[in-house]
């Protein structure tokens, strides 16, 4: 059975600051990987996804890499801000297509002014 | 530009009671999934649905939850009699189709079973 997990759990960092957020997985066999951003008592908002085949994708100052031998996905921030403060979240996507999304616990970033 | 809407926003809710959470997904989008998030807890799924009927749907999703899709542009989950558990976050997802894996959620349906 598919577990996502992340860390940290929650990083504070100032402005400016680029930053690392990292998923692991525990089942290799996944179809994608999908990035969230979710803002306190809200819905989910996608940022990247990356198919099993993909190494990386990128979005304005949002870099997403996808290593699956070693269950691991990583997003880059850079030059953090603070409308950046939210949570981040991953979801592995196990094959095949119809499957449901497994999503990680989350990550809360605070970017300070 | 075109977003899932989920109404309502909240709904408080006594145990024992039925509700229906409505969900409009983006129109032409051919799968819709339901997941929800318990306070402080993953988001966790609940069920994907497609051609108008289930296509999976988790241990979660019991005898006491079903879908429809009444018509062209609502999908709906109905919850029987709620137990003081079902309080969470209720989010609807739906998708374009097989070629785009991307799915893109609703803002969610607050339910306090009391």
Redesign the interface.
């Known amino acids: 059975k598919q577990e996502v997990t992340q860390i940290p759990a929650a990083l504070s960092v100032p402005e400016g600051e680029n930053l690392v957020l990292n998923c692991s997985f525990t089942d290799s066999a996944i179809?994608?990987l999908?990035w969230?951003r979710q803002d306190p008592?809200?819905?989910?908002?996608?940022l990247l996804?990356i198919?099993s085949s993909q190494r990386e994708q990128t979005s304005g100052r949002l870099n997403a890499s996808l290593d699956k031998s070693s269950g691991r996905s990583t997003l880059y921030i850079a030059a953090s801000q603070p409308g950046d403060s939210a949570t981040y979240?991953c979801?592995a996507?196990p094959p095949p297509?119809?499957?449901?999304?497994?999503?990680?616990?989350?990550t809360r970033l605070s970017v300070l002014p | 530009e075109p977003e899932?809407t989920q109404t309502p926003s909240h709904q408080v809710t006594q145990m024992g009671q039925e509700v229906i959470l409505r969900c409009v997904p983006i129109s032409n989008h051919l799968?819709f999934?339901w997941?929800r998030q318990i306070l402080g807890?993953?988001?966790?799924?609940l069920v994907?649905f497609?051609n108008n009927e289930i296509?999976?749907k988790?241990e979660i999703f019991d005898d006491q939850f079903s879908v429809e899709r009444p018509d062209g542009s609502n999908f709906t989950l109905k919850i029987r009699s709620t137990k003081l558990e079902d309080s969470a976050m209720y989010?609807c997802?739906s998708r374009p189709g097989?070629a785009v894996?991307?799915?893109?959620?609703?803002?969610?349906t607050?339910l306090l079973v009391l």
């Open positions: 179809y994608n999908q969230f008592g809200k819905g989910l908002t996608s996804l198919q979240l979801a996507h297509i119809g499957q449901n999304f497994v999503f990680g616990p989350g | 899932v799968y999934y997941y807890q993953k988001v966790e799924f994907s497609y296509s999976e988790s989010f997802a097989q894996e991307t799915q893109y959620f609703g803002p969610g607050r």
